[in-house]
């Protein structure tokens, strides 16, 4: 059969689904499996910086030492303006091992009331920064941002184990995440900490 123009059609449009599915394939939130584990798909909307100590940039899936996160992380949001209010959450989804995280999630940090182009320092912190420490594998630790209807008071939750992340948005009338990130991080051996 010869070639037809809307054989080229068809080849585009499936080239054009394929190239949208790989999309979703190469999200590195999706690969490092916290859409589905931890959140629901969304799009992101607002730019969301994680720093620590002033130098050390928070890339989906790049690891950081335990040593190198026992303070408090700047979180920057470049979005929304000052009437406009943020929710960060930070959990662990793989407690307290990533082959059985039975305590799944363990929640680290929530800081609610952020304004807009503002940062974390600037919202009230609901529960305080619990610094990483992985003991068994590599486990994922995960900053997720929430745009808040207005300025509100969120209830918090009783443990910091077996926290859901997905529950505490939809309790809070929080919606679907604006922005996430997430870096990997394990033991360091008595050499590394030297």
Do not use: C
Not at 28 to 52: C, Q
Not at 90 to 99: E, F, L
Not at 125 to 134: F, K, L
Not at 178 to 186: I, L, R
Request: proline share 8%.
């Amino acid at each position: 059969k010869p070639f037809s123009l809307s054989d080229t059609q068809l080849l585009v449009g499936g080239q054009k689904t394929l190239l949208v599915g790989m999309s979703r394939l190469i999200d590195p939130l999706v690969v490092g499996r916290v859409i589905g584990e931890v959140l629901d798909s969304f799009n992101p909307s607002v730019k969301m910086l994680v720093t620590y100590n002033s130098n050390k940039l928070v890339f989906n899936g790049h690891e950081l030492y335990p040593s190198a996160v026992t303070s408090k992380p700047r979180v920057e949001v470049q979005g929304g303006d000052m009437r406009s209010f943020f929710t960060l959450v930070m959990t662990d989804p793989d407690a307290p091992g990533p082959s059985d995280p039975y305590l799944r999630e363990h929640l680290h940090w929530i800081v609610t009331n952020i304004p807009g182009t503002t940062d974390a320092s600037f919202g009230g912190e609901m529960v305080s920064y619990e610094s990483p420490r992985p003991n068994i594998g590599i486990h994922r630790f995960v900053f997720v941002l929430f745009k808040q209807q207005r300025r509100q008071a969120v209830s918090p939750p009783s443990s910091r184990d077996y926290f859901s992340t997905r529950r505490f948005a939809e309790e809070n009338d929080l919606g679907l995440p604006v922005a996430a990130v997430f870096f990997n991080s394990q033991r360091e051996t008595a050499a590394r900490r030297r």
